[in-house]
Nanobody, 122 residues
Framework: QVQLQESGPGLVKPSQTLSLACTVS??????????WSWIRQAPGKGLEWVAV???????YYNPSLKSRSSISRDTSKNQFSLKLSSVIPDDTAVYYC??????????????WGQGTQVTVSS
């Protein structure tokens, strides 16, 4: 019953910062044990996990993107956000937000947003 919706600009210029928000409905981002992730898929490539924020606000990042990534949340709006700085054309992708549910120490993404296309181009 959880629904997620991405929002943000579809076009970002190289060197600028990409900022996306995910609005969650049907459940609270502070509910115990759930996690909230950003995942992306570049053209012709597979899914790449970007970052996660847990129900208690702990953050983790893909090591390849950690230096440029920041994930945060606004519990009053039931939203979590991604900022990716110094973007390059290779950051062009469909960006998804997703809810993670624990499963035997790992978990799976139970609910997904529809995705939003982000193009990095001048």
């Amino acid at each position: 019953q959880v629904q997620l919706q991405e929002s943000g600009p579809g076009l970002v210029k190289p060197s600028q910062t990409l900022s996306l928000a995910c609005t969650v409905s049907g459940g609270s981002i502070t509910t115990s044990r759930y996690t909230w992730s950003w995942i992306r898929q570049a053209p012709g490539k597979g899914l790449e996990w970007v970052a996660v924020i847990t129900y208690d606000g702990t953050t983790y990042y893909n090591p390849s993107l950690k230096s440029r990534s920041s994930i945060s949340r606004d519990t009053s709006k039931n939203q979590f956000s991604l900022k990716l700085s110094s973007v390059i054309p290779d950051d062009t992708a469909v960006y998804y937000c997703a809810q993670g549910v624990p499963l035997y120490g790992m978990g799976y993404f139970h609910s997904w947003g529809q995705g939003t296309q982000v193009t990095v181009s001048s």
